[in-house]
């Protein structure tokens, strides 16, 4: 290329100007590799959050999300950097995902959000900008959910063979129950369960697998990883038994006989269960000269042997009651007569054995009946019944602790 003196002059001076501009150019960006430029120290910022800090009637569903003033790293978001808990309780599970396009993180917890409860948010300084600057504290955000509200009714007993009656339910701490309850096939009565998963119940199942005589009064109890055990009365056409059924959480297994002393007619039975899944079971059963008070227990595997609970002998009982602490210790109640009166008795279950049954309503007014027990994590339980004073009849309470 030709070029004359004044061109060839400024040729080296163009160049001389530029280069600090190409050599700027080219070593742009930053030494941090990674992380970014480290020219930027400024924080993170959050600049909205929803629910809103303070709300209210928020709804049991809703996913928490939480938006950034600037790109963020979606790694630091996670699990451990964005929590949520409810007031009082551990953290609530859910699933953890960040938007990178409009620097989103969200929340969406596993199950529905308690009714009316308070639950906090919060972001860790765990999460970081691209340049690795984290944010400047925690961020928290506080809000209270709705009340619950009724759906529409439905039906979950689908089979439409007979008459269908004495419903009983039990939920799980997911929020998945089973429900079980007799129904008559034209021929007998069978004892049938559907399960509720959250969000639609399933298909009504026979659980009663024996096919000897009718079957009533189902009752049901579910743990905290919704194995479920069902319990019922049932003839074998010489006299009523009680039956047990396993659910494992995916399907039920076949029924059991789980009174083994063959005395004389069995009924009322009721069940309860702890956490581990161990349950322990009462009723009622005739000796042929009067009604005893039976149990047995199941370890998590197997049912054992019944065991006579009810060890005075002074006269009749009924209305057995049962109730199980964390710890699979349990605790049955029942009315029993003394032959001048009836009154309240109790027994314990230690884990391992029953102790002797001990009389807990001491008023001597008149008849007590109906009792119900409720038990705490710990073991102490609180029993409540009616009793009649010779004008009225009143409601007790005595406390195990």
């Known amino acids: 290329m030709n070029m004359d003196k004044t061109t060839a002059t400024r040729w080296p001076l163009c160049l001389s100007l530029l280069a600090p501009l190409f050599l700027s150019a080219c070593s742009g960006g930053s030494s941090s590799g990674a992380t970014g430029d480290t020219s ?47 007031s009082g309780s551990g953290t609530t599970s859910g699933t953890v995902s960040f938007d990178g396009v409009d620097n989103v993180a969200s929340l969406a917890p596993d199950n529905s959000l308690a009714a009316l409860a308070t639950y906090t948010a919060t972001l860790t300084t765990a999460i970081t900008d691209l340049s690795g600057n984290a944010l400047a504290a925690n961020v928290s955000w506080s809000f209270t959910t709705a009340d619950g509200a009724w759906g529409s009714a439905a039906l979950i007993e689908t089979d439409n063979t007979g008459i269908a009656y004495q419903p009983q339910i039990a939920v799980d701490s997911s929020g998945n129950a089973l429900a079980v309850w007799a129904q008559s096939d034209g021929t007998r009565v069978n004892i049938r369960a559907n399960r509720f998963d959250g969000s639609s119940w399933g298909s009504a199942a026979l659980i009663e697998t024996d096919n000897n005589g009718i079957a009533y009064q189902p009752q049901i109890a579910v743990d905290s990883s919704g194995n479920a055990l069902a319990v019922w009365r049932q003839s074998d056409g010489t006299r009523d038994n009680i039956w047990a059924n396993r659910f494992d959480g995916n399907s039920w297994g076949s029924a059991a006989l789980i009174e083994t002393n063959n005395d004389g007619d069995a009924d009322s039975p009721q069940i309860a269960i702890d956490s581990s899944g161990n349950a322990v079971a009462v009723w009622r059963q005739s000796d042929g000269t009067r009604d005893n008070i039976w149990a047995n227990r199941f370890d998590g595997s197997s049912w054992g042997s019944a065991a006579l609970i009810e060890t005075d002998n002074t006269g009749s009982t009924y209305q057995p009651q049962i109730a199980v602490d964390s710890n699979g210790n349990a605790l049955a109640v029942w009315a029993q007569s003394g032959g001048t009166r009836v009154n309240i008795r109790a027994n314990r279950f230690n884990g391992s054995n029953w102790g002797n049954a001990v009389l807990i309503e001491t008023n001597n007014d008149g008849d007590a009946d109906s009792p119900q027990i409720a038990i705490d994590s710990s073991g102490n339980a609180l029993v409540v019944w009616r009793q009649y004073d010779g004008t009225r009849t009143n409601i007790w309470a005595n406390r195990f602790e």
Request: charged content about 15%; cysteine-free.
């Open 40 to 86: 930027d120290t400024t924080a993170p910022t959050v600049t909205s959050t929803s629910p809103l800090s303070g709300a209210t009637a928020v709804a049991r569903n809703s996913t928490l999300t939480a938006t950034f003033n600037e790109d963020i790293f979606a790694t630091t978001v996670d699990t451990s950097s964005f929590t949520l808990a409810k």
